[in-house]
């Protein structure tokens, strides 16, 4: 079919279009209405219908593929590796279920996950869905001040994590970051289950921290049985960066999720029922929800969870998994094929990828020279594909399981089902012309599969995403775009402060805060600046309180060295700025606010702008001198 026909469908008639893909999965109970939009901009899927994920993913392969491998887990970090077939993974996902069932676990109670890239990860997302439970992952790089902010968001009645995780061979200890934040957070979670690797020895809290291995001892083999839940049922909440310095819990719905998911596997991944899907995402972000666990398995492939980074014990790993274990569809970041184009090409071209269909790629923008390094090193096709925390599935990319459109250099392509991205002119709210720039948009109503609302903030929901344009009923994703006379779109960065390191968001007013608590910071202005391989890094101008701290007796950047290691402590390492720079004051306009545009290019050498509204002059040379000469 052509893609063009099947998308205006989608649009068209969404109720149609989307109620035969929800025959791609299983439903305890049919839905009565296909879409419900009484309550707009939210939009309720497949309402009446009641159904679990868990079942989706993993008990309704059984039949067909009970010996497949449905999770295969490699650790170049421990030098260890787990086959799980579908068959296995129902029994330590039941395992998990009756852990968490016996500490009181039930339907609408979250849990947090806070892991490394193990397999228990995976289960324990898995047994929440299974209960009806909410999972909140957080990513295993954020620190205690992060961390305590989501506990108290989330508000989890129980934690499961780790002693430890290990990065570029080196131990990365959890539990003492999670001890931190737990006795930060107001909202103290009742119980902690501890995954121990051996990595890292700790002293259990009394009373509150269960051991994993001695748990599912005690529980054995019984079964637990999926519990049925509403279409509308959350099913995570993963936090995500704005522009204040809160971050946004993002809420998932079920039935909308699963029918998404599992239609984004056959028409834009490509990805068949007994194939092999490896994302080299972390569980912690959204790629991982969606790539490595549930689009997957939905489909009944098998994924490929790997911890580790692209380096060790050579530049050549990502591509000795896909030799051996026969992987048909790739995810990545543009960052992780920036660090390997350093390398001697050799390292892609000396396995054997004839297993390999595609590599998709998404997170940031693609830049021309990698997409097409890539794709010549390893002879088949690169696909961009754009998407957010928010929409869990790609917005704008290419459909080859509809139609194989011709890819286009610096687009990640054109909407995606159920998708009517709209280009609207930032002042009117207008549709502009091809070729004009404008706000990528989304019309009401979002398709299945993205958020539902901001956790426990439906007004939140309302006031950030829906009323950039008024009177519109469009979604606002804050980045910039142009479409092109073929509905192709091009990326041209964020209209807020959110940046993006390696594909990771941030949001800068957080580093601000954090940066802030730092008793010699008098006013801190924090950007993102162009870099050649993570594509932004933060960057920080600080007004110290006395000029005179800024560098020790002998003379070395020490409180450079300090404020970076207040922020990696409190928020982690990514992010870090890579340079704190000192300046006598900030760039601020007559009402106080702060020129980070102006900042961010002089950071990368560009003309800082229409400079009219500067209170201070003087303000912009300093920057720019401190740049030059810090
Ligand atoms: P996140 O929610 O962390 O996935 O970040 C989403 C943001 O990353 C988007 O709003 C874009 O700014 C950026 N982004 C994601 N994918 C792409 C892509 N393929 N091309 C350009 N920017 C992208």
């Not at 002693?163 to 737990?182: C, F, Q, T």
């Not at 994993?212 to 049985?225: E, N």
Request: charged share 20%; with cysteine; proline share 7%.
């Amino acid at each position: 079919m052509k893609y063009a026909e099947y998308h205006r469908r989608s649009i068209a008639q969404p109720e149609a279009f989307w109620a035969e893909q929800a025959a791609l999965i299983d439903w305890h109970r049919p839905w009565n209405q296909v879409l419900d939009g009484s309550q707009r901009p939210f939009a309720n899927w497949f309402s009446g219908g009641l159904i679990n994920l868990c079942h989706n993913a993993v008990d309704r392969h059984l039949p067909a593929r009970a010996g497949q491998p449905a999770l295969i887990w490699e650790s170049t970090e421990v030098g260890q590796s787990r086959i799980l077939t579908y068959a296995q993974l129902h029994t330590e996902v039941q395992r998990m279920a009756a852990i968490l069932r016996g500490q009181g676990v039930e339907q609408g109670d979250r849990v947090l996950i806070y892991m490394p890239m193990v397999p228990e990860a995976v289960f324990a997302m898995l047994a929440c869905v299974r209960l009806g439970a909410i999972h909140s992952v957080v990513f295993g790089g954020f620190a205690a001040l992060s961390l305590a902010t989501r506990i108290d968001d989330a508000r989890p009645k129980l934690v499961v994590s780790s002693d430890a995780g290990s990065r570029a061979g080196r131990v990365v200890p959890y539990k003492p970051l999670l001890d931190e934040a737990i006795a930060r957070a107001a909202h103290k979670p009742e119980k902690v289950l501890m995954v121990d690797r051996g990595l890292y020895a700790y002293q259990p809290v009394s009373g509150r921290d269960l051991d994993y291995a001695a748990a599912c001892a005690t529980v054995g083999d019984t079964p637990v049985p999926c519990v049925w839940v509403d279409a509308a049922h959350p099913s995570y909440i993963l936090y995500t960066s704005g522009t204040t310095g809160k971050p946004k819990g993002v809420q998932r719905d079920t039935g909308g999720h699963a029918v998404a998911l599992a239609a984004s596997m056959r028409d834009i991944f490509c990805g068949d029922p007994g194939g092999v899907f490896f994302s080299t995402s972390d569980i912690g972000w959204v790629v991982g929800h969606s790539y490595i666990v549930y689009g997957p398995l939905l489909r009944g492939m098998t994924t490929l969870m790997y911890e580790g980074t692209p380096l060790r014990p050579d530049a050549g790993i990502f591509w000795s998994l896909v030799e051996r274990h026969r992987v048909n569809v790739m995810f990545s970041s543009p960052t992780a094929l920036r660090v390997l184009k350093k390398y001697d090409p050799e390292f892609m071209r000396k396995y054997d990828l004839s297993s390999l269909q595609r590599l998709f790629l998404a997170g940031e923008p693609l830049d021309e020279p990698t997409s097409t390094w890539a794709s010549q090193t390893l002879g088949k096709p690169v696909v961009d594909n754009y998407w957010q925390t928010e929409t869990g599935w790609p917005i704008l990319g290419i459909a080859n399981g509809v139609e194989a459109l011709p890819p286009k250099l610096g687009s990640p392509g054109v909407a995606m089902p159920g998708y009517d991205v709209q280009i609207l002119h930032e002042a009117t709210g207008e549709p502009v012309a091809p070729g004009e720039k404008g706000v990528v948009a989304i019309r009401w109503p979002l398709p299945p599969g993205c958020m539902q609302t901001v956790w426990g903030d439906d007004q939140r929901f309302v006031s950030t995403y829906w009323s950039t344009f008024p009177g519109q009923q469009a979604y606002s994703t804050f980045d910039w775009g142009v479409a092109d006379e073929k509905g192709y779109i091009t990326i041209l960065g964020r209209t807020d402060d959110v940046i993006n390191v390696a594909g990771h968001r941030l949001g800068t007013r957080e580093i601000e805060e954090s940066i802030s608590s730092h008793p010699a910071v008098a006013e801190v202005a924090v950007v993102g600046a162009a870099d050649p391989v993570k594509g932004q890094s933060a960057m920080a101008f600080v007004v110290p309180r006395e000029a005179s701290k800024i560098t020790d007796a002998a003379g070395r950047a020490s409180l450079e060295a300090d404020i970076m290691q207040t922020v990696q402590t409190q928020l982690g390492a990514l992010a870090r700025p890579a340079r704190v720079r000192f300046v006598a004051l900030l760039p601020k306009t007559r009402s106080g606010k702060l020129l980070r545009r102006s900042i961010q290019a002089l950071c990368e050498q560009r003309d800082p702008g229409d400079l009219t509204t500067l209170e201070d002059p003087l303000a912009l040379e300093q920057i720019r001198e401190a740049i030059a000469h810090q």
